[in-house]
């Protein structure tokens, strides 16, 4: 089974900053199946980023992935206060089929 | 555009079933682009994938819920459906439907609003 561990916990930065997220698989992964999600309190989540680097339309150029096999990055430059929300990393190909990370809370002093 | 639209019972009592509906607008729930997908977060707590399903009927499930879940389609109303047997309090979540994209990438890139549950007697 392959497991999502996302680091860290807890992100606490000031507007404009840069927001730096990892995703660490157990095992190596497609990058073509590796895909970050944002949720909002009280919101579904929202599709950021798929085949580890490719933005979903609409998602701004200030967003981006990268990553390889094991360890991937959701980066987040020039935080907005908007981008205060709950970061998803997400699988797809291993047993079970789909998983997720435990997920990384953004919080914009 | 597609939108998901779940449905069911808010409260569901201990060892029964839950039923969820999501219903499918803006295309066909018959298309071979999308697999359709079941998704919940516990209060507080992450996303957890329970299951998904293709157009053909085939449904594939997490390893978690294989024993106590079912996933199907009715293709004549656009619709898919969860059912979840002998639920606890440990089931309480918000339930999501979720398109999911695979083929050369996978990704969900359309969800229902999502629907609470609460299991309780």
């Known amino acids: 089974e392959i497991v999502l561990t996302q680091s860290p916990d807890t992100l606490s930065l000031s507007p404009g900053e840069r927001a730096t997220l990892s995703c660490r698989a157990s095992?190596?992964?497609?990058?073509?199946?590796l895909a970050w999600y944002q949720q909002k309190p009280g919101q579904a989540p929202r599709l950021l980023i798929y085949?580890?680097?490719s933005r979903a339309t609409g998602i701004p150029d200030r967003i981006s992935g990268s990553g390889s096999e094991t360890d991937f990055t959701l980066t987040i430059n020039r935080l907005e206060p908007e981008d205060s929300a709950v970061y998803y990393c997400?699988?797809?190909?291993?047993?079970?089929?789909?998983?997720f990370g435990g997920g990384t809370k953004v919080e914009i002093k | 555009q597609l939108q998901l639209q779940e449905s069911g019972p808010g409260l569901v009592k201990p060892s029964e079933t839950l039923s969820l509906t999501c219903t499918v607008s803006?295309?066909?729930?018959?298309?071979?682009?999308?697999?359709w997908g079941w998704i919940r977060q516990p209060p507080g707590k992450g996303l957890e994938w329970i299951g998904n399903?293709?157009?053909?009927?085939?449904?594939y499930y997490s390893p978690s819920f294989k024993t106590r879940v079912t996933i199907s389609l009715d293709t004549s109303k656009d619709q898919l459906s969860l059912k979840l047997s002998s639920v606890t309090a440990a089931d309480t979540a918000v339930y999501y439907c979720?398109?999911?994209?695979?083929?050369?990438?996978?990704?969900?890139?359309?969800w229902g609003r999502g629907t609470t549950v609460i299991v309780s007697s």
């Open positions: 979720a398109a999911e994209w695979v083929g050369f990438y996978h990704y969900m890139d359309v």
């Open positions: 803006g295309g066909s729930i018959s298309s071979s682009t999308y697999y």
């Open positions: 399903i293709v157009y053909n009927g085939s449904a």
């Open positions: 095992q190596s992964i497609s990058s073509s199946y």
């Open positions: 085949g580890a680097s």
């Open positions: 997400q699988q797809y190909g291993s047993s079970p089929l789909v998983t």
